[in-house]
């Protein structure tokens, strides 16, 4: 069982909440540097060779979409943000896409170090800021550092600074906030549409029974259905190995300048998720009879 966790895990981002419980969690990968790139337009990769944290610029200050598991992973993408160029006191605004500590647990630190403030979903609030997320997970909860939201938002809600602006997308599911962002950049003169990704993984969570979260399943469906309307021409996941970042970039650096184009991509990732989250719950209903 431990090994096929781990292999789901690395592949669909199991490892959100339950993870911390074997011996070799947290994954190497977590916090180990990555160099940062620009991906896209005004779009950055920050965060660790395992984490993604993105830097979305303008010419008023920029926004910062997760910030690593820890503060040590935060000092990371301050290194990374700083290393391109850019200035921490000019990031204005830190976003969450879930409140599980890989993704939430650096959030502290990077609005100290910043002054930034931290926009997150009405539903996601109380997780971050009492540093746990809520549902009922059978690998119980990994707490992370308490952080203060400054400002709730909501689908389909735009958030603006200078020329950027970003679309909330709520994908409730994998955590009861869960939340994706989309923007439009130009790229050589092309217009994209962006998906910053948000984890829709089951990720150990009760699909049958679920106390803290009894309307589970029907979010989880909720997103699933939500995501399949969505136009993608980027897709840039929560954890780089959901989109094979690496790899791209990897194509990007030998030449083809359309490696992060995929307007497929999104559309496979939800059709194996649901089918994933499918199998799942069968399985959890089968072992409730």
């Known amino acids: 069982m431990k090994i096929l966790a781990l292999i789901l895990c690395a592949v669909l981002s199991l490892a959100s909440a339950g993870a911390a419980r074997a011996d070799d969690w947290p994954p190497a990968a977590w916090s180990k540097p990555s160099k940062p790139y620009r991906v896209v ?104 550092p308490a952080v203060k939201v400054d400002r709730t938002i909501g689908e389909g809600q735009k958030i603006t600074l200078g020329e950027t602006t970003l679309i909330v997308r709520l994908t409730p599911g994998h955590t009861i906030g869960g939340t994706a962002f989309t923007t439009s950049v130009t790229e050589r003169g092309r217009p994209l549409n962006v998906v910053l990704f948000n984890s829709i993984s089951v990720a150990g969570n009760a699909l049958v029974g679920n106390k803290t979260y009894p309307r589970i399943v029907s979010d989880y469906r909720a997103t699933f259905a939500k995501l399949k309307t969505i136009p993608c021409d980027v897709f840039l996941p929560a954890h780089p190995e959901q989109g094979d970042l690496v790899a791209k970039r990897q194509r990007f650096l030998r030449g083809d300048l359309n490696a992060f184009i995929d307007p497929a991509e999104l559309g496979r990732v939800v059709a194996a998720s649901e089918v994933a989250f499918n199998k799942e719950l069968a399985r959890q209903q089968g072992a409730a009879k």
């Open 41 to 144: 337009g005004n779009i950055y990769y920050v965060g660790s060779e395992g984490l993604s944290s993105y830097l979305i610029t303008s010419s008023e200050g920029h926004m910062l979409l997760d910030a690593g598991m820890s503060a040590e992973g935060a000092k990371l993408v301050e290194r990374n943000i700083v290393s391109l160029g850019f200035k921490l006191s000019d990031v204005k605004i830190l976003l969450n896409t879930h409140a599980h500590y890989d993704h939430a647990g650096g959030l502290a630190q990077m609005k100290a170090d910043t002054g930034a403030k931290l926009y997150a979903s009405s539903l996601e609030k109380p997780a971050l800021e009492a540093g746990r997320h809520f549902g009922d997970n059978e690998n119980g909860l990994t707490p992370f």
